[in-house]
């Protein structure tokens, strides 16, 4: 598991998060980049100005052909699953929601 600090995950609110390195976005990148649309990044001056931040960008996922990035996140799980277990044939999952599309 990713640490954060001294030894101790990084804490928001009442959940601990695990901050993958980058080495492994890398190679997450390379596991779902076939799988994915590439999808631009926009921006808005009038919503930038009242943010209030210098630039503010949008990465527009909900191009993607179920319309969020849950895509990425789910093709990368199942992928490192399929390469440590190879003789997993099926994968179920639940939701109710546009990750379950994915």
């Not at 779902?32 to 209030?52: E, F």
């Not at 399929?82 to 109710?96: C, E």
Request: net charge positive; aromatic share 2%; hydrophobic share 35%.
């Amino acid at each position: 598991r990713r640490v954060h600090g001294e030894g101790e995950p990084k804490r928001m609110g009442d959940v601990s998060v695990d901050i993958p390195s980058l080495e492994e976005i890398k190679e997450a990148c390379l596991r779902v980049r076939h799988a994915v649309h590439k999808t631009p990044i926009l921006s808005c001056d009038t919503i930038t100005r009242l943010s209030g931040v210098p630039r503010l960008v949008f990465k527009c996922e909900n191009l993607q052909k179920i319309g969020a990035f849950k895509i990425r996140g789910a093709y990368n799980a199942v992928s490192k699953l399929r390469a440590r277990a190879p003789h997993v044939t099926d994968v179920v999952t639940h939701s109710s929601g546009n990750h379950a599309q994915a």
